[in-house]
């Protein structure tokens, strides 16, 4: 018998969080909607989409609007891109003044329109700038800051122990480590074990990341890894239950069941009405889509089901297809 506890409480500096699952940051993804739906179905925290530190700082709309955040979804952490450190930390204070319990510093991104100004990922290529940022960032708010990365750069670079270090020694409370490195972009499988030598080298918590896809993976990844929790991304897409099932998987070592059918309807349904209340029209209606598609995958008729969606023009064509799809799976 395993007696390792897989399931527990996370601290984060001054941060107490129910569990160790974290919904992790996806850009044009992880918008108030998703994050309050992971948090129903039991997510211990959830990171707001990257938002960059240039655009906080001069104000832009859109922006600072991904930085809000709402009680029922609180703590929230927030997580800004930049290169500055003095814009960062700008964007830091900023974030905290809309109400982030958390200030994540992507340094992880392999995006070229990212990596190109030095932000990102790039930053894992320069040590000295890193460690200027986490202290500037640290020194500018009194919430607790956390960074993601990756293994290293490439192959030849595999750095990440370093900078989880450098960021315990000036003050960040946490480190997230995507188990690939920036040339590997999403490709291969996520190293799960490479992360077991940086967690030995911080006392900070390190929470494992890529590749989670149910919850045998989840428990493979913390026993493999050694983190004190574990960050989920694409495996939520389309099914926010999984948070469940992880904790129940976790708590249990027993399986729990997707949710039947009507409760699968009821679900995707209300993450329509969360898009449609938060964005309005026509932008709620349009950002839908890929959400409903992600629930239609793997049921009967899905690739129907996700054409006809995307010629969909009103709110109640769209209610009338999802009563329609999900019925028809019941027959
Ligand atoms: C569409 C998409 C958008 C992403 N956006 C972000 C982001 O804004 N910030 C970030 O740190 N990582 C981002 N990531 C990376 C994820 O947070 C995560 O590290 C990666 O997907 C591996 O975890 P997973 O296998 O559980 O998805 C994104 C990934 C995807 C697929």
Request: hydrophobic fraction near 45%.
């Amino acid at each position: 018998m395993s007696t390792i506890q897989y399931l527990r409480h996370l601290r984060i500096g001054t941060l107490s969080l129910p569990n160790n699952l974290i919904l992790a940051p996806m850009a044009g993804i992880t918008d108030y909607p998703l994050r309050s739906l992971a948090r129903s179905f039991g997510a211990g925290l959830a990171v707001s989409e990257m938002i960059a530190s240039q655009a906080l700082v001069r104000n832009n709309l859109r922006s600072l609007s991904m930085a809000r955040t709402a009680k029922e979804e609180s703590p929230l952490a927030v997580q800004i891109f930049g290169s500055d450190p003095d814009i960062v930390a700008e964007a830091a204070r900023i974030s905290e003044s809309l109400g982030a319990a958390i200030i994540d510093i992507n340094m992880g991104c392999p995006q070229r329109k990212v990596v190109k100004n030095g932000a990102g990922a790039a930053l894992m290529r320069d040590e000295a700038l890193t460690a200027r940022i986490i202290d500037r960032v640290v020194k500018a708010v009194s919430v607790p800051v956390s960074i993601k990365i990756r293994l290293g750069w490439n192959n030849k670079s595999i750095n990440a122990t370093r900078i989880a270090r450098a960021a315990q020694d000036f003050g960040a409370s946490l480190v997230t480590v995507h188990a690939r490195t920036r040339s590997q972009m999403f490709s291969g499988k996520a190293d799960w074990s490479a992360i077991r030598k940086i967690k030995d080298a911080v006392s900070i918590p390190v929470i494992a990341n890529g590749d989670i896809q149910d919850p045998v993976d989840a428990r493979l990844c913390l026993e493999i890894s050694g983190a004190d929790g574990i960050m989920i991304g694409r495996g939520v897409l389309g099914r926010p239950w999984l948070f469940g099932q992880i904790l129940h998987f976790l708590e249990t070592g027993k399986h729990q069941k997707s949710p039947a059918i009507e409760n699968q309807y009821s679900i995707a349904k209300r993450h329509f009405e969360y898009l449609i209340d938060f964005y309005g029209i026509p932008r709620g209606l349009l950002l839908s889509r890929r959400h409903l598609a992600w629930y239609s995958k793997g049921l009967r008729g899905g690739a129907l089901f996700r054409k006809v969606l995307n010629n969909t023009e009103t709110i109640n064509e769209v209610e009338e297809l999802l009563i329609r799809f999900y019925e028809a799976q019941q027959t």
